[in-house]
């Protein structure tokens, strides 16, 4: 009889509820136990977990692995897979091992090619994946001359962090004098390029921004599985054009991206972002991570995390091919439960009268133990 498998994930975010339930329904039927840890005691991944931790603040990379060495120690995890202080984590992976942990990441080197932006568009430009145009600014005089040239081609201009995850500081630049119209609807994207570079000249710290064209849709991500041996197991495009979602095994978009798993050592779980330059896919964004999305291939047939956790064990499931795509789709919100939580210690004032606290229940995130405090209606 096959032994349990012990996984963790930390502080990731709150779709992988959906990559922890692939994990339990594995088509192996192996017994999986989910540790998660998070620094938000409402985050719907320990409520989702077997067993959950709160995170400690302030640690320094150095000091988070120390945190994460001994959480794998203690807890007996088989897998790991980090996401918050990724690029310390992976420098440590004999380390783990040593403790019997194996990790689901990439290596140290892809790891920090594809933490910065730029880096990433130079490096994979070397190995024929296109790109789009970009320039790196980091003052006002940058950020103008960028957008003009850019302009000058017909394209409109945006910018986004050049480090950072998802669409975090991402910005479509406007020249449309600030008016009643940008208070209509919901804030969008779209900021003046005047209040821009005002900002920047007032700005007492630096930037470090990429400036780019707004590509188009479709948006196409591709979701990876390569081996440590670089060779690639698993490779669907998930594709996205307004509400509707569908998928793809077209070489335009399969190819680069298996360019950049397998030469970059993008081992396990990654996703590789195309969108359109007019009329050719250019490489919008890598995560050295699984995608938030990645529970979508269950609609092909596919079960991704579970793949990736026999990888990481030396039990190498071989080429995973989707039996067959699955039909479009959009994506809709729907409610998790979350563990039950205190409210804060908590004082009632009357007129000339400050009655005492009445101490909050002890409650144990690991266990989910203890009475939730209940406010006044």
Known sequence: MLSRVRVWLNRTYAENVFFM???RRNPSDRAVEIHATHGDADSPVLAAADTADLEPEGLSPAAYVEYALD?????GIDVFVP???QTAIVAHRAEFAAVGTALLAPTPEAVAVFEDKATAYEAVRSVGVPVPPWWRVRTADELVAAVEELEAAGHRACFKPAAGAGGVGFRMITRAPFSLMHLNGFPGPYVQLDLVVEALERAEETVDWLVMPRLEQPEVSVDCLTGPDNRLRLSVGRTKNGRRRGFTLHEQWLEPARLIAEGFGLHYLSNIQFRMLGDRPVLLDVNTRPAGGLHQLSLCGVNAPWAAVQLALGEDPGAVEPPFLGQDY?????????RPVTLPQQRVEEPDVLLPAVPAPAHDVTTGAGTPATAPA
């Open 21 to 23: 339930d692939q994990l």
């Open 330 to 338: 959009t994506v809709v919100s729907g409610p998790r439960p979350l």
């Open 83 to 85: 996401r918050l202080h």
């Open 71 to 75: 959480q794998c120690a203690r807890r």
